[in-house]
């Protein structure tokens, strides 16, 4: 079968429930941030890096930091070069939201990144309990090794939370992690030429604050009348704890030494899932956090084992369609 392809190059070495990314380049990072989203039908989020681009976040286009709500979108005004009658005037987009997983991690104050200074990187997609794991070692200007770990998966039977856990091994270092929640400055942008529209703000921020010890954002869509809450629970260990709210964001400080961790869990509700929808996301964030991130993600597993019971096509011979069967059914359930 896969003959027929043949001058179709491999992106990933072929194994039977994993994608694997080996080394990090970064022309191929845009479309890798497509093939290592986290999703269950409800939520969805790229693979974006949680910690970005070390001096160059965003260029040439190479990330796009979006999560997405199925169902949540917002109306833009049609430009036809010329027009008939009955032509529409407007179109509607699904809207990206705010960023659950933006935790930017230093090591005696440098920012830890993807850079020259980084080593042994890989990432991997589990399809068996749907989860995105990233690691890598930076080195510091002085030497010191810092082994960091970047976890994340979109709960299948709560589907209104997504989970992440950054690790990190400080190698002796001084340990400082930066998770935020912020507002869309500038809203979505749209492409005029795909769709002859035209880009602009879409949101409108209603509320942000540190809200029962959740990061905690309110914000409307400004023509669907879309309401939305998002609230972020986190725990961390070996870290001590500061948080600040204004200006649209919400940011949590840990700073700490050693081996140290952060778990966080991120809940979106909207007006459409009830008048409580901004307590709702709070009462779910933290109840999603109680339950910890390793027995969140066992019974994710647990999930994605009764999918794979049902839904499996098995063939031998030829791992590399193995895997792609297997990857297509997994994103489309």
């Known amino acids: 079968m896969r003959k027929i392809h043949k001058s179709v190059p491999v992106l990933f070495a072929p194994e039977p429930f ?12 845009h479309n890798n941030e497509t093939i290592f989203t986290v999703a269950n039908g409800r939520l969805g989020a790229r693979g974006f890096f949680e910690e970005g681009f070390a001096g160059r976040s965003g260029i040439d286009g190479a990330s796009d930091p979006t999560t997405m709500i199925n169902g949540v979108y917002e109306y833009h005004p049609y430009r036809h070069i010329w027009r008939r009658p009955g032509f529409p005037e407007r179109y509607h987009s699904i809207t990206p939201q705010v ?4 935790a930017r991690v230093f090591a ?7 850079t020259e200074r980084t080593e042994n990187y890989s990432r991997v997609l589990d399809m068996r309990n749907g989860a995105v794991t990233r690691r890598y070692d930076y080195v510091t200007a002085a030497g010191k090794r810092v082994k960091l770990t970047f976890e994340r998966f979109a709960d299948q039977n709560d589907t209104h939370l997504l989970y992440q856990r950054v ?11 930066e998770a935020a929640l912020s ?8 492409s005029k030429e795909e769709i002859g529209g035209e880009e602009g703000t879409l949101f409108a921020p209603e509320e942000t604050c540190v809200k ?16 939305i809450a998002c609230a972020v629970a986190g725990k961390a260990s070996g870290l001590n704890e500061r948080a600040s709210a204004g200006g649209g964001r919400v940011e949590f400080v840990y700073e700490g030494g050693g081996e140290v961790s952060l778990t966080r869990c991120a809940a979106y509700y909207t007006n ?4 409580d929808y901004a307590e709702k996301a709070v009462e779910t964030a933290k109840a999603g956090l109680s339950r910890g991130y390793g ?3 066992e019974v994710n597993g647990e999930y994605w084992n009764g999918f794979w019971n049902a839904a499996d096509i098995h063939i031998t011979g030829d791992d590399l369609i193995l895997q792609g069967i297997r990857y297509s059914l997994f994103m489309l359930n």
């Open 108 to 114: 005696d104050g440098e920012l830890c990144a993807v």
């Open 99 to 102: 960023n659950p997983f933006d």
């Open 295 to 297: 027995a969140a993600l």
């Open 272 to 275: 459409a899932d009830g008048a």
């Open 183 to 190: 507002h869309l400055s500038g809203g979505a942008k749209t």
């Open 18 to 29: 994993c994608v694997r990314e080996t080394e990090y380049v970064f022309a191929k990072h």
């Open 212 to 227: 029962d010890g959740c990061a905690f954002l309110r914000y409307g869509t400004l023509i669907s009348k879309f309401d």
């Open 167 to 177: 690790s990190v091994a400080g190698g002796g270092a001084r340990i400082r992690i």
